[in-house]
């Protein structure tokens, strides 16, 4: 069954097109090293919490929006493989450096899919 990463981070609304721009080269070099689709979803009714919420997780400020991510992968040992190939690409080293969020607040991991319907 397929390999899944999932990521949730705050992005200042007023650079969402930059993150659109970063997000779209992003996905084209992990399409380029194995992933099979790559989404991208900017909050629009994303809930705060009283206990625990995307917003709160994520310590979203005023000024930005929760983005909600993920990419699939055929296999675990194909995302392993092609996610160290992204981080080594070229195009990532030179668009990470322009990353438009603060990614110590962005939460990640890697997720075997239970339920494809």
């Not at 206990?51 to 990419?71: G, H, L, N, Q, Y």
């Not at 690409?89 to 607040?105: E, H, L, Y």
């Amino acid at each position: 069954m397929n390999y899944a990463d999932g990521y949730l981070l705050a992005v200042p609304t007023a650079r969402k097109e930059d993150y659109r721009r970063v997000a779209q080269t992003a996905a084209t070099i992990f399409k380029d090293h194995g992933a099979l689709t790559v989404v991208e979803c900017w909050g629009d009714d994303v809930p705060e919490g009283k206990v625990t919420s995307f917003p709160m997780a994520v310590k979203r400020k005023d000024d930005e929006t929760v983005v909600f991510s993920w990419i699939t992968w055929p296999s675990k040992a194909v995302r392993d493989a092609g996610m160290k190939k992204a981080m080594e690409d070229p195009r990532m080293m030179k668009d990470m450096s322009a990353m438009p969020f603060d990614g110590q607040r962005m939460i990640f991991g890697g997720f075997q899919v239970l339920v494809n319907a």
